[in-house]
T-cell receptor, first 116, second 115 residues
Framework: AAGVIQSPRHLIKEKRETATLKCYPIPRHDTVYWYQQGPGQDPQFLISFYEKMQSDKGSIPDRFSAQQFSDYHSELNMSSLELGDSALYFC???????????????FGPGTRLLVL | AQKVTQAQTEISVVEKEDVTLDCVYETRDTTYYLFWYKQPPSGELVFLIRRNSFDEQNEISGRYSWNFQKSTSSFNFTITASQVVDSAVYFCALSGRPTGNQFYFGTGTSLTVIP
């Protein structure tokens, strides 16, 4: 079965640079989520999109932005990178459907970002 | 507020032993969902099980079983006859309505199965 695809899998950037992470959800999934997992920590929710509209917002820094495109893939744009942004970034997708329907989130393999 | 507590930071068991991972949650949502995910050393998050708040029936799926008790706000996960490949960090997660679909994760329990 098709899974969530994330690219790149590894990324090394310098401080103050920008980075763009891409996520391709499972086909027919309508919701995409972004999470950040620091070393030894649990994943923290950043932002989500349902049918290309932002649906929920978590602890996403103002330096970060995201969007979901017409083909349902999503991109997380990170600017003015800081050392503390070094983390594993997960994308997850689900088939949420109706507003009250909670479906299981399936996670991609993650993008490991290292900021030097 | 949504909160998930996994009091066990690290657990070590010998292969073939049974092991139970504890999860306690807090939520004000009337409808909520509980999940267990596994994160092996390779880093991906693998979905294991899910439970809805309106369904307290406990089940067994292969070597996995879970015990969901609303009265104590607990959602414990048991692996029977543990194997070395079970070594991973296990996360309990919570989501609900109307709070939102985002997951609130516990801090994880690192399980080591010793051959």
């Amino acid at each position: 079965a098709a899974g969530v695809i994330q690219s790149p899998r590894h990324l090394i950037k310098e401080k103050r640079e920008t980075a763009t992470l891409k996520c391709y959800p499972i086909p027919r999934h309508d919701t995409v989520y972004w999470y950040q997992q620091g070393p030894g920590q649990d994943p923290q929710f950043l932002i989500s999109f349902y049918e290309k509209m932002q649906s929920d917002k978590g602890s996403i820094p103002d330096r970060f932005s995201a969007q979901q495109f017409s083909d349902y893939h999503s991109e997380l744009n990170m600017s003015s990178l800081e050392l503390g942004d070094s983390a594993l970034y997960f994308c997850a997708s689900s088939n949420t459907g109706l507003a009250d329907k909670q479906e299981t989130q399936y996670f991609g393999p993650g993008t490991r970002l290292l900021v030097l | 507020a949504q909160k998930v507590t996994q009091a066990q930071t690290e657990i070590s068991v010998v292969e073939k032993e049974d092991v139970t991972l504890d999860c306690v949650y807090e939520t004000r949502d009337t409808t909520y969902y509980l999940f267990w995910y596994k994160q092996p050393p390779s880093g991906e998050l693998v979905f294991l099980i899910r439970r809805n708040s309106f369904d307290e029936q406990n089940e067994i799926s292969g070597r996995y079983s879970w015990n969901f008790q609303k009265s104590t706000s607990s959602f414990n996960f048991t692996i029977t006859a543990s194997q070395v490949v079970d070594s991973a960090v296990y996360f309990c997660a919570l989501s609900g309505r109307p709070t939102g679909n985002q997951f609130y994760f516990g801090t994880g329990t690192s399980l080591t199965v010793i051959p």
